[in-house]
């Protein structure tokens, strides 16, 4: 079955470096996502992709975020200046079409020195 | 804004006993309702979904979940519950429209007693 893959599995950076975490969407889907879960809290969405641009974002995606689709395959997510409390898992889901259900990677676990 | 409600934060089912998770969810017209398991380590695999029609869905796994209007809930179930099923489950509502996101809840953490 095919499934939404993420690397690296864990990242860990300096306080104030520059992050890219990378996600390889299912191939057929057309929406892709990205979430957080701060260690033992709810999982949270961040931001929607669509047709090569952002279609939706929360709160959280402030300017300190942004994301990209560089080729055909990968789905970044790049977090500049980190903060201590960027620590989290980072998820990046795919679906079909809007209003489908979203497949999720294994995540990224971000840890911030 | 949609939001979701698991009231129990850990729950411990012996092996073979029957299994209900809650959920409770605040949204005006009819939200997609999903469930996803969390194993330690690993993503969120979906289990199942409701959209519209039959308000009993089933699953993977062997899990089903009801679909109650006048409780606002989706709950999930499951007759007899395998060591395998130790995980973080949580409850999600997609209100569709003009919002991508899902709204999670804060996750039911099963434990399963030998």
């Known amino acids: 079955e095919p499934e939404v893959t993420q690397t690296p599995s864990h990242q860990v950076t300096q306080m104030g470096q520059e992050v890219i975490l990378r996600c390889v969407p299912i191939s057929n889907h057309l929406y892709f996502y990205w979430y957080r879960q701060i260690l033992g809290q709810k999982v949270e969405f961040l931001v929607s992709?669509?047709?090569?641009?952002?279609?939706?974002k929360s709160e959280i995606f402030d300017d300190q975020f942004s994301v990209e689709r560089p080729d055909g395959s990968n789905f970044t997510l790049k977090i500049r200046s980190t903060k201590l409390e960027d620590s989290a898992m980072y998820f990046c889901?795919?679906?079909?079409?809007?209003?489908?259900?979203?497949?999720f990677g294994d995540g990224t676990r971000l840890s911030i020195l | 804004a949609q939001s979701v409600t698991q009231p129990d934060i850990h729950i411990t089912v012996s092996e073979g006993a029957s299994l209900e998770l809650r959920c409770n969810y605040s949204y005006g017209a009819t939200p997609y309702l999903f469930w996803y398991v969390q194993s330690p380590g690993q993503g969120l695999q979906l289990l199942l979904k409701y959209f519209s029609g039959d308000t009993l869905v089933q699953g993977i796994k062997g899990f089903e979940a009801e679909f109650k209007r006048s409780q606002s809930s989706f709950n999930l179930r499951k007759p007899s519950v395998h060591w395998s099923d130790a995980a973080e489950y949580f409850c999600a509502v997609y209100s569709g429209g003009g919002a991508d996101g899902l709204t999670f809840g804060k996750g039911t953490h099963l434990i399963i007693q030998p």
């Open positions: 889901a795919s679906s079909v079409g809007k209003n489908q259900p979203q497949h």
């Open positions: 992709f669509y047709n090569n641009e952002i279609s939706e």
